[in-house]
Nanobody, 115 residues
Framework: QVQLVESGGGLVQPGGSLRLSCAAS????????MGWYRQAPGKQRELVAR???????TYADSVKGRFTISRDNAKKTVYLQMSSLKFEDTAVYYC?????????WGQGTQVTVSS
């Protein structure tokens, strides 16, 4: 089992940057595949980025070249560095973890891109 706590959300202007963090409470973090999802009002939750326990990364087309997912196994934390933010990046961002089976979720952190 794993418990996830996100932080780092907030209000940012278009073109700005934010870094989200997700701290995991688990005995061995390195065995977990980690992901960031987001859900905008009235829309379904969607995958933003994913990093496997082996370090392979996957990105949604809409964020490629702007967002970077990374993990620090020693700190049991996964990060999402977001740059060149757009209005359409506004959403609640959720941290997700799995080991190939059921997913575990954090409570979410709000990111609002507004001028």
């Amino acid at each position: 089992q794993v418990q996830l706590v996100e932080s780092g959300g907030g209000l940012v202007q278009p073109g700005g940057s934010l870094r989200l963090s997700c701290a995991a409470s688990t005995s061995i973090f390195s065995i977990w595949n980690m992901g960031w999802y987001r859900q905008a009002p009235g829309k379904q939750r969607e995958l933003v980025a994913r990093i496997t326990r082996g370090g392979s990364t996957t990105y949604a087309d809409s964020v490629k070249g702007r967002f970077t997912i990374s993990r620090d196994n020693a700190k049991k934390t996964v990060y999402l560095q977001m740059s060149s933010l757009k209005f359409e990046d506004t959403a609640v961002y959720y941290c997700q973890a799995d080991r190939g089976g059921p997913s575990y979720w954090g409570q979410g952190t709000q990111v609002t891109v507004s001028s």
